[in-house]
């Protein structure tokens, strides 16, 4: 184990909800990131997301339409001058990367439990 184990009280404060993908393109002049615009179903509109995994997709449009896991209750942080109102929720790396989706269609915003 890598990091100290947490009570399941700090645990619960975590949220993971399902969005929707509207938009993914590259961060201009980064090697790593992309901006994604996600449909959380909130009142508020879709989240700007700046996540580093421009080496895991080699074409960021092919992730538009799709539903990902999202920690959503994390505080806004800027990156290169980006709001992120979130953050991709992924596993492993290298060959190993991938993305933890719903394995069927699921309204945008629904959380993990």
């Not at 990091?3 to 090697?31: C, N």
């Not at 421009?54 to 449009?61: G, I």
Request: proline share 8%; charged share 25%.
């Amino acid at each position: 184990m890598d990091k100290p184990r947490i009570s399941i009280e700090e645990f619960s404060k975590i949220e993971v909800s399902v969005g929707r993908v509207e938009s993914a393109e590259r961060v201009p002049e980064t090697e790593k990131l992309l901006r994604l615009t996600v449909d959380f179903g909130e009142e508020a509109g879709p989240r700007q997301i700046v996540s580093g995994i421009q080496a895991y997709v080699p074409d960021p449009a092919a992730l538009v339409g799709r539903q990902l896991a999202f920690v959503t209750n994390l505080e806004p942080r800027t990156i290169r001058g980006l709001e992120s109102d979130g953050m991709l929720f992924a596993v492993g790396e290298g060959d190993s990367f991938a993305f933890l989706a719903p394995d069927r269609s699921v309204p945008p915003g629904t959380r993990a439990h």
